[in-house]
């Protein structure tokens, strides 16, 4: 599922879990949450994207934040990746900013991209229902 904007495109894919030789989880999955800048009309930034793999405890903490900001930090090595989802306030409200950095030393870069009230709603419930294929359930 993409999410076209001008400032930028957001891109959700599914990670299905892990399983052994005998059909055993060894790794939940995941939803792929793919942020590439805009840089021009109808045009994105894919080569200079930014990703964050949003696991099951990433999944509660989103449904718990429900209408309120919720922010997700995952740190790996020396890099460290922000995904926050902000409500709109005032004339913006029913719409979500969706923000996405990078940080690594003294680098860092981020992304973000608008989201309507239907297409943050779409996504949290394509997210809902990706939950029992990502634990292996289905």
Not at 12 to 17: E, K, L, N, R, V
Not at 40 to 49: F, R, V
Request: charged share 25%; net charge neutral; aromatic share 10%.
């Amino acid at each position: 599922y993409t999410i076209y904007k001008k400032k930028g495109a957001l891109q959700a894919s599914p990670i299905f879990p892990q399983r052994n030789e005998k059909g055993w989880v060894d790794k939940e999955g995941a939803i792929l949450w793919e942020l590439a800048p805009g840089v021009g009309e109808q045009k994105w930034d894919w080569d200079n994207k930014l990703n964050m793999a949003i696991g099951i405890p990433d999944i509660c903490k989103l449904i718990e934040a429900s209408d309120r900001e919720v922010k997700l930090i995952h740190v790996s090595g020396e890099t460290t990746k922000t995904l926050s989802i902000k409500p709109g306030e005032g004339q913006y409200e029913g719409t979500y900013t969706v923000f996405l950095g990078a940080k690594r030393g003294r680098d860092s870069h981020s992304i973000m991209v608008p989201l309507s009230g239907g297409e943050y709603q779409l996504l949290m419930r394509m997210t809902i229902q990706l939950a029992p294929y990502l634990v292996g359930w289905l």
